[in-house]
């Protein structure tokens, strides 16, 4: 019988940290009998999550930055993938003023912390922690996203952005660390689990089948992505936390082998597989190119013989997490990059012409002018479109169910999913980017048949039910960059206002104004789809 060994399955070494001093007046030292204890006092967890939120939605990290200037200087990027990562370098350095935050939805506010068995809080943590992301999502210009049920098919919207996923485990040792995390929803939705077995451990199984995988994770959460993908684990619970944590990067520094006590480990090698797999696809940056992920994380993990759980899931655009921590020398953050602009290249980036469309003709000439125009051409949009999205369509199908007619606005008009954040004292419009397309497909072929929805804009990739509609009456699908929402927010919306279903705040209809707003054609009205062209070209 083999001999007891307690073996951690995630130990990642010690990261070189370059941290913010937040203060020292929360803590101190407590002896207790023979022992020193770290005393924290409950304020000082709400104050740190409270800095960490508001960090994490203005500022990126200098590696993050760093990787959208390299894609603006490699000659293999596509012009597509230079224009988006130069559109996300302009957003995170608008962002970086703190005002507006780097993406409209400002995300599920997720905590993961380990507390030393010599910290003493004396409270209920979880608790303070809330009231620090209370604070950060009421003070700041972000969004509430969270919806509460209070029935099974009733919700409301909770208006302070709690409840937040908070996880604290014990640990040995007097430190407190933190990893939080700000998760989007479309970034949330491309997190896959499959049930797979011991089969799929071979190459020639597990790169066609994680292929297959990226296929599925399409452009709708903003890429150039954090792809992470984890192999095995003890349960599915625990192979989902791990890709959550490999996606941020908190376990780089896992050892890159395994041993014989189920030590988890990272491949390098299959990263670099994957990620040669990734630029193949052709996908790029959202419209076409090789930009679809800046890297890729692979974790091997143990498992049960009768199951091998694979993770695959990404951080998008908007990589938003911080580490925290509290100890003896006070409370820190990981310092984020507070000047994004230095990574602007010199000369300045002159992107190649785009047609501009007029969006205060009719849409029958709104439809005529992009009828011309081939799949993937960049197109600038000035004029007058309308904002509506998950819960005004539901209620613009139900109008048509009851033998009401559609309001004229969504004839008249280009519609716009999306979703804005607060508005910032003295401007137009808060960070408005554009929400997930594919929700919204199955109203696509009813209000089409209306003569509505002719001409929609929104980000991500479309079903072949919205391909077929617009074949049939004549529609295009644009497709707005997911990820640059404070850009278009400050620069490209200048006149917001909210025009019916009041009650839906965010989800509202909203008539706005844009300048220069750019949009790629996605689908058009021949049948042909730019994201259906590249899988079917890639088998
Ligand atoms: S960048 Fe895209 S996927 Fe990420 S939070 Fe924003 S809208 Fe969602």
């Not at 924290?40 to 590696?63: C, H, I, N, Q």
């Not at 940056?285 to 993770?311: E, N, T, W």
């Amino acid at each position: 019988m083999k001999s007891f060994e307690y073996q951690k399955v995630l130990c990642p070494a010690d990261k070189d940290i370059r941290w913010r001093f937040l203060g020292k007046e929360f803590i101190r030292p407590l002896s207790l009998g023979k022992r020193t204890f770290l005393e924290v006092k409950p304020e000082g967890l709400a104050m740190l999550a409270r800095e960490a939120f508001r960090d994490a939605s203005f500022f990126l990290s200098t590696g993050h930055l760093e990787q959208l200037a390299l894609i603006l200087n490699d000659p293999e990027a596509s012009a597509n993938d230079r224009f988006v990562a130069m559109e996300l370098l302009k957003n995170a350095a608008i962002s970086a003023g703190g005002v507006f935050p780097m993406c409209q939805d400002t995300g599920t506010a997720l905590v993961m912390a380990k507390k030393g068995e010599g910290v003493l809080t004396g409270t209920d943590d979880a608790f303070w922690i809330s009231k620090g992301v209370f604070e950060a999502y009421t003070g700041e210009n972000l969004r509430y996203s969270q919806l509460a049920p209070l029935s099974m098919y009733g919700e409301v919207n909770t208006q302070n952005n709690l409840p937040a996923q908070i996880d604290i485990s014990s640990v040995p040792g007097d430190h407190y660390d933190f990893l939080f995390v700000a998760k989007g929803g479309g970034s949330a939705n491309k997190t896959f689990l499959y049930n797979k077995t011991a089969q799929i451990l071979a190459p020639e199984e597990l790169l066609p089948f994680l292929a297959k995988s990226l296929g599925e994770i399409g452009t709708s959460a903003c890429p150039p992505y954090h792809l992470a993908v984890v192999v095995g684990g003890m349960s599915a619970e625990y192979t989902l936390k791990t890709l959550k944590l490999a996606s941020t990067g908190y376990l780089d520094s896992l050892p890159d082998r395994g041993n014989g006590n189920g030590q988890g480990f990272r491949d390098k090698s299959l990263e670099t597989e994957i990620l040669e797999m990734s630029r193949s696809l052709g996908l790029g940056a959202q419209f076409g190119g090789k930009y679809f992920c800046h890297d890729v994380r692979v974790i091997r993990l143990p498992r049960h013989g009768a199951s091998c759980f694979i993770g695959v899931g990404v951080s998008c655009s908007a990589h938003r997490n911080i580490l925290g921590r509290i100890c003896g020398e006070g409370l820190f953050l990981e310092a984020l990059d507070r000047d994004p602009a230095r990574f602007f290249p010199d000369p300045a980036f002159e992107p190649e012409e785009a047609v501009s469309i007029d969006l205060n003709q009719s849409m029958d000439a709104i439809r005529a002018c992009l009828s011309k125009l081939k799949v993937a051409t960049r197109v600038m949009l000035n004029g007058p479109l309308v904002v509506a999205r998950d819960i005004a369509h539901a209620r613009l199908k139900a109008m048509l169910e009851r033998g009401e007619s559609l309001p004229s606005y969504f004839r008249d008009h280009m519609v716009y999913y999306a979703g804005p954040a607060k508005t910032p004292a003295g401007y137009a419009s808060g960070s408005f980017g554009p929400t997930t397309a594919g929700r919204m497909d199955p109203y696509v072929p009813c209000f089409q048949e209306q003569g509505a929805s002719l001409v929609m804009l929104a980000k991500g990739n479309r079903s072949s039910l919205v391909r077929e509609s617009c074949r049939k009456h004549g529609g295009f699908y644009l497709g707005s960059i997911g990820g640059p929402a404070a850009r278009l927010g400050r620069d490209c919306i200048t006149k917001v206002d909210m025009i019916d279903f009041k009650d839906l705040g965010m989800e509202a209809v909203y008539r706005i104004e844009v300048r220069d707003f750019p949009a790629f054609v996605i689908v058009d009205d021949k049948g042909n789809d730019f994201y259906e062209s590249f899988l079917v070209q890639k088998g």
